[in-house]
């Protein structure tokens, strides 16, 4: 009798529990179970298109392996206060800068560079390291990029510019009174899709400085932002705001805050970017520090960058 | 007395399997694609799938966040991303739908199966019925299977000046290790 009563029991029991979970299996919802399992920390990329906006540096380097050949161009004023006019095609035959530079990805994370401008004759070596990665899930909500590089002029010192008469060691001073240094953070953020900005913390020293009343060390805030209007273009602009004393604008001593303005057209492996700009110099040491035209004398400039990508 | 004994015990037993969670998880799993022409081989793979099985009523869902796909040639990867798929606003493609056949999950082996359901990329569903494997072992399933994708169903368009160098249709492998889903982890 025990026996029968066990086994009605085990029997009921278990269909009572089959009925269950039956009803249990019914109401899982797979699709939100899925999405509360999908990852959704993941890097934000392409920030910016290319390593530069127009004269500042974006957060962007190299990607691993590759070759990223750029060569840039700043043609002469437009307008006729800053030297434009017919006879010289309104600035284009006059250069006021070349860059010629081989920058390359050792990891996704670093690239070094060399360049070489015509303005001041300028060598530079860079260094780029891309300290953090903004995250789609706003974790981390921006990218950092630090940005370090080391000019050297080789022009001839005929003036006798960086000699002094009580150099100690007068061949070793002459040389590094040629040498200037940089260095920014590069603080940046993609809205979306389409609207990505940064700002750029950065500091300019240079070993020598001919007027007397500069400071050897320059401080500056840029910011720039880029505005994708179709999926392969883009509008770009940057300005950088001068610390320094001697470059106030209001203090009118033929200084100005370098603005820049254009189109990014992307092609396959290739970036162009065509703008207008004040600045004369390509490099930060003579875009930053340099600038000595202004937008409302004409003193803009026809420019453009193109960058290059060889997977090596 | 021995009887009852015996029989508490498989009643306990008998409950818990009953209770045992229909539900089971793949993490990690792979999701490559290929595009063959002429011109060129394009490979992508992600190992960041994430599938849902209930074997109750076997229905099953993937996703895989696009962003994942690694690419050999980062340049290519990055077009990928902004160009063709639109990551930003198209951050996942998934699959949502039913295997076909009647299965008995208790029992080990491989099983020629089917699945009906709606895929998504780029925003754009599209229906499909497609083969697949699936293997049964210790209460383990792997489920793997190869369909093709052509790209102009889900509104990637390509630039003319790379028609040659893209597929029209794209193949697209999966493979998945299921185990059971456990809700605290």
């Known amino acids: 009798m025990k026996k029968i009563y066990s086994l009605i029991m085990l029997l009921l029991l278990c269909t009572s529990t089959y009925a269950q979970n039956e009803k249990d299996s019914s109401s899982y919802d797979i699709t939100s179970l899925l999405n509360d399992e999908v990852p959704s920390k993941q890097k934000v990329t392409a920030t910016f298109k290319t390593t530069r906006i127009i004269n500042m540096q974006s957060n962007e380097t190299v990607h691993k392996r590759t070759l990223d050949f750029r060569v840039a161009h700043r043609f002469g004023a437009v307008g006729d206060k800053s030297g434009g006019n017919a006879h010289n095609f309104y600035g284009f035959d006059n250069s006021t800068d070349i860059r010629i530079a081989f920058e390359y990805g050792i990891s996704d994370a670093l690239t070094i560079g060399f360049s070489r401008s015509k303005r001041e004759e300028n060598l530079e070596g860079l260094l780029k390291y891309r300290l953090l990665q903004q995250t789609t899930d706003n974790k981390i909500p921006f990218s950092i990029t630090l940005f370090g590089s080391l000019a050297y002029t080789p022009k001839n010192d005929a003036a006798g510019l960086f000699k002094k008469a009580d150099d100690s060691n007068p061949a070793l001073k002459q040389q590094l009174r040629r040498i200037t240094y940089v260095a920014q953070a590069i603080i940046a953020r993609k809205f979306s899709s389409k609207l990505s900005m940064e700002l750029v913390p950065a500091m300019v020293h240079r070993n020598f400085v001919e007027n007397p009343l500069d400071d050897n060390t320059v401080f500056a805030l840029g910011v720039a932002g880029r505005f994708k209007f179709t999926r392969s273009m883009a509008f770009v602009a940057d300005y950088v705001y001068n610390f320094s004393d001697l470059r106030k604008i209001d203090n009118n001593n033929g200084f100005y805050n370098p603005l820049g303005a254009g189109i990014e057209i992307e092609t396959g492996g290739h970036v162009f970017s065509i703008m207008w700009t004040n600045a004369a110099g390509i490099i930060e040491r003579e875009f930053i520090t340099n600038t000595t035209d202004s937008w409302t004398k004409g003193g803009f400039r026809f420019s453009f960058n193109i960058s290059r990508n060889f997977r090596l | ?185």
């Open chain 2, 1 to 185: 007395m021995k009887t009852l004994l015996m029989l508490t015990f498989l009643i306990i037993g008998e409950a818990f399997g009953c209770y045992a969670q229909p539900i089971y998880l793949a993490q990690g799993a792979k999701a490559s694609f290929y595009s063959y022409t002429p011109v060129e081989d394009i490979a992508a793979s992600s190992q960041s799938m994430t599938s849902v099985l209930n074997i109750s009523n076997n229905e099953i869902a993937f996703n895989v966040p696009i962003r994942t796909f690694q690419f050999k040639k980062a340049l290519m990867q990055e077009h990928f991303n902004e160009k063709y798929i639109e990551s930003d606003k198209y951050p996942n493609a998934s699959f949502k739908g039913k295997i076909n056949e009647i299965i008995d999950w208790t029992k080990d082996g491989i099983y020629e199966i089917t699945a009906t359901g709606v895929f998504n990329i780029h925003g754009v569903d599209k229906q499909h019925t497609e083969k697949g494997k699936l293997i049964i072992k210790d209460g383990k399933f792997n489920i793997t299977s190869a369909f093709n994708v052509t790209v102009k169903d889900h509104n990637i368009t390509i630039p003319k000046i790379m028609m040659s160098n893209i597929a029209e249709v794209v193949e697209v492998k999966i493979n998945a290790d299921y185990i059971p889903y456990k809700k605290d982890k």
